[in-house]
């Protein structure tokens, strides 16, 4: 079954017109500098659910969290939708948090 909506679905449009989120490139490139590697898998949990998507936070990398992470590659990052957080997702889901979550850790 096709995942709606893919990975054409122009968000960061959407944003630039009003409507939706998306990262600052600035804070993207600051991350850059300071974050080098993947955490673990239940840091990644409990950023994506600080960031509201619906994860049990642990340390499995179970169904729910492949899917969570594609929903976050399609909408974040098109380039590669294959439900491994890589680290360029990494730095932008932090970006995202210092942006809408700023009390959450970064």
Known sequence: ???DPGALFPWQRLYENGIGAWYDAADVERLRKTVSEVPSIA???SDLSAYGYAVAITDKEDDLYRAVVMAFQRHFAPQKIDGVMSLENV???KALLKKYRPGSAI
Do not use: H
């Open 91 to 93: 730095i932008i889901l």
């Open 1 to 3: 079954r096709k995942k």
């Open 43 to 45: 840091e990644i949990k």
